[in-house]
Nanobody, 124 residues
Framework: QVQLVESGGGLVQAGGSLRLSCTASGRTFRGYTMGWFRQAPGLGREFVAAIRWSAGSTYYADSVKGRFAISRDNAKNTVYLQMSSLKPEDTAAYYC?????????????????WGRGTQVTVSS
């Protein structure tokens, strides 16, 4: 059974940092693009960042570019999202996802596996 489990969420003040982790089990994600999405109450799930398997190249939503960094440790089947200079508008549930293929995927429909999410709350 494939599982993605996120951790590292919490409450932080504006300007602070958090590091999210997503560990995969049940299969290797070799060759998969890994992504992070987020969903605020009453809104749709939006793309945050993605990292390809090959060369670890990355892609970000404009709203987080320069503040967030996605990385992966393929040996540990784990992907990370380092979030800095957090703003209240970053408050959301953050989801990890895996997509077959080696492109940058920004749509939820392109991802095959999802975690259950971890809550990030940024206070002003």
């Amino acid at each position: 059974q494939v599982q993605l489990v996120e951790s590292g969420g919490g409450l932080v003040q504006a300007g602070g940092s958090l590091r999210l982790s997503c560990t995969a089990s049940g299969r290797t994600f070799r060759g998969y693009t890994m992504g992070w999405f987020r969903q605020a109450p009453g809104l749709g799930r939006e793309f945050v960042a993605a990292i390809r398997w090959s060369a670890g190249s990355t892609y970000y939503a404009d709203s987080v570019k320069g503040r967030f960094a996605i990385s992966r440790d393929n040996a540990k089947n784990t992907v990370y999202l380092q979030m800095s200079s957090l703003k209240p508008e970053d408050t959301a549930a953050y989801y990890c996802a895996a997509a077959r293929g080696s492109d940058y995927y920004t749509s939820t429909s392109q991802y095959d596996y999802w975690g259950r999410g971890t809550q990030v709350t940024v206070s002003s």
